[in-house]
């Protein structure tokens, strides 16, 4: 919208419905930049901080049935099938249940001979 805003800038400069678009153009890329850089990481830390399970003590037991998450408002098994990829960086992991969505496992949570042993049990029981 922009590029095509410049080129009828350069190509009609003297019409006004060319400079009507340019305020509008200015106006829609203001609005676009808050929504990208403000709206939707304030939107996503209202999320994570009106919900209560994100805030309390979360336990992983790892075993060759799955993954057992524990808090004061969780208690589930999630089976190793159920992940179809998973990834791995410096500080975390990060197990996709599905395309686009991740749990995200922080490696400090593990000593590194378990963080070690967690990425080789990743590696067998959840193909890439």
């Known amino acids: 919208m922009v590029v095509l805003e410049v080129f009828l800038l350069i190509e009609r400069p003297d019409e006004?419905?060319?400079?009507?678009?340019?305020?509008?153009?200015?106006?829609?890329?203001?609005?676009?930049?808050?929504?990208?850089?403000?709206?939707?990481?304030?939107?996503?830390?209202?999320?994570?901080?009106?919900?209560?399970?994100?805030?309390?003590?979360?336990?992983?037991?790892?075993?060759?049935?799955?993954?057992?998450?524990?808090?004061?408002?969780?208690?589930?098994?999630v089976a190793w099938n159920s992940y179809i990829k998973w990834m791995e960086d410096k500080v975390v992991f990060l197990l996709f249940p599905a395309p686009k969505i991740f749990i995200v496992i922080p490696k400090r949570a593990f000593s590194s001979e378990q963080c070690a042993s967690f990425s080789e049990m990743l590696r067998q029981k959840i193909k890439k």
């Open 16 to 77: 006004a419905w060319v400079k009507q678009g340019l305020a509008f153009t200015i106006v829609y890329a203001g609005l676009m930049g808050f929504v990208y850089w403000k709206a939707i990481p304030m939107s996503a830390d209202r999320q994570f901080r009106n919900t209560p399970s994100a805030k309390g003590i979360i336990t992983l037991n790892v075993s060759d049935v799955g993954l057992h998450y524990g808090s004061s408002t969780t208690d589930a098994t």
